[in-house]
């Protein structure tokens, strides 16, 4: 079984994600038999005005520091969210991506 709770008691934008298995599958659906078999949080980091959330940013600017990161901040084309919701995706990703299969087929340089 799977929650997901706001922590009221604690820093403003801070949710806790439950993990329990049912002890020897006497209850399955985890109402009163379970193990917690972990967890982990999320914290939003930028309000809707992309402004910082504290202490939630600071600590992940720390964190990142040095790091390579990619962020996926959503599809410049609002055509390819409309195929996707269409389930068009081949579509979409065509859209989205260009031509990958042309590009993928060429020949590369060799080494040897």
């Keep these: 079984k799977y929650t997901f709770d706001y922590d009221a008691e604690g820093p403003a934008g801070h949710w806790v994600r439950g993990i329990y298995q049912p ?7 985890c109402k009163r038999l379970c ?13 809707g005005e ?5 202490p939630w940013y600071s600590q992940y600017m720390a964190y ?3 790091a390579n990161l990619a962020m996926w ?3 410049s084309d609002p055509r390819v969210l409309e195929l996707y919701e269409q389930e068009k995706l081949a579509e979409g990703a065509k859209l ?5 299969e042309k590009k993928s087929t ?6 040897g």
């Excluded at 992309?50 to 504290?54: D, H, I, L, Y």
């Design 50 to 54: 992309g402004k910082p959330v504290e």
């Design 96 to 100: 989205a991506w260009g031509d990958q």
């Design 64 to 66: 990142i520091e040095g």
């Design 35 to 47: 193990l917690e078999a972990g967890g982990y949080d999320f914290v939003r980091i930028l309000d």
């Design 23 to 29: 002890i020897l599958g006497l209850d399955p659906e």
């Design 106 to 111: 060429q020949p590369s340089a060799s080494l």
């Design 73 to 75: 901040s959503g599809y």
